[in-house]
Nanobody, 125 residues
Framework: VQLQASGGGLVQAGGSLRLSCTAS????????MGWFRQPPGKERELAAA????????YYADSVKGRFTVSRDNAKNTVYLQMNSLKPEDTSVYYC???????????????????WGKGTQVTVSS
């Protein structure tokens, strides 16, 4: 199983980036996918999540209204569109998947089954 994340970079405050996470190695139809981030010196936290089957989503309050998570089933890819970026969004972003029944609430990093390598997002002020 592989999760390949890409799309990070350096952007000015107010700018946008789109992260991609391509999954391979198994059928992810029953999975929930999460975008986590880990700012320097802090614990890994959930930014957004999406059900691969239903498309249902969840957003942390800190990103609600600015980030949009989506998926393309045909491409086995999950996206995180990040708009109106702030310096506090600076972090390493990780995609992760869990084969679990998900009721739409926040996900814990320790409950995820698979992780991709992180991609750095840096927002300058």
């Amino acid at each position: 199983v592989q999760l390949q994340a890409s799309g990070g970079g350096l952007v000015q405050a107010g700018g946008s980036l789109r992260l991609s996470c391509t999954a391979s190695g198994r059928n992810f139809g029953s999975y929930v996918m999460g975008w986590f981030r880990q700012p320097p010196g802090k614990e890994r936290e959930l930014a957004a999540a999406i059900s691969w089957s239903s498309g249902g989503t969840y957003y942390a309050d800190s990103v609600k209204g600015r980030f949009t998570v989506s998926r393309d089933n045909a491409k086995n890819t999950v996206y995180l569109q990040m708009n109106s970026l702030k310096p506090e969004d600076t972090s390493v972003y990780y995609c992760a998947g869990a084969d679990t029944t998900w009721y739409g609430g926040p996900l814990s990093a320790r409950n995820m089954d698979y992780w991709g390598k992180g991609t750095q997002v840096t927002v300058s002020s």
